[in-house]
């Protein structure tokens, strides 16, 4: 489902570059769970950010279902976004203008769906919210806003789900009931999930944890380097 070949990155600040990834290699079967841990700065959310195509490497190639990312137009990876990826960020991304039900069916509604409320309606029943679909985020909790984000990733069914830190600024009883509902969606619909997190123990969930250091990414199950393997 997700294959990235020799991916580097790098930002320039100032007269410094910053190598943020360097020649990574990672490959993800459909359905598969990947938690990808590292110290703050290791580029974790840099990598979150390639497989969402908001960026295009500096080189090496991104692949979503056998299409490459980095060789699409800025239209094509819009609706490659669009149809075929969900993603939940830590600090939640609501439209405050907006209640949660309309949160939810924007990108449905974007994408033209005429079932756009209905769909919506019944992703906020699945995430626990059928009677809060008439709040707005200032109006919900912490907890309430993540689940709402939540829907709003999974509301047109993608095949992948990132989700950079979801429980980040929840407390940890909040924390535990989102941890337990992401993987129960991502059973039900059987999406492959990628998962960025601090929590060693909510990494312990997925089916393999990665280790992004220094550029590198290492399987912590097996202590081989990912992007030393063969392809």
Known sequence: MIELHDVSMHYTLGASRIDVLK??????????RIAIVGPSGSGKTTLIVLLAGLERPASGSVSLDGVRLDALS??????????????VFQSFHLVPSLNALDNVAL???????????????EQLARVGLAERTTH????????EQQRVAIARALVHAPKVLLADEPTGNLDDQTAE??????FELNTQSKTTLLLVTHDLDFAARCDRIVRLHDGHLTEVSTGRRVDALPA
């Open 136 to 143: 707005y985020p200032a109006q919900l909790s912490g907890g």
């Open 107 to 121: 990108p449905l509604q974007i994408a033209g769906r005429p079932d756009a409320a209905t769909r919506a309606r």
């Open 23 to 32: 020649g990574v290699n990672l490959s993800v079967d459909k359905g598969e």
């Open 74 to 87: 800025a239209d094509a990876l819009a609706d490659m976004r669009r149809d075929h990826v969900g993603i």
């Open 177 to 182: 009931g989102i941890r337990d509902l992401l």
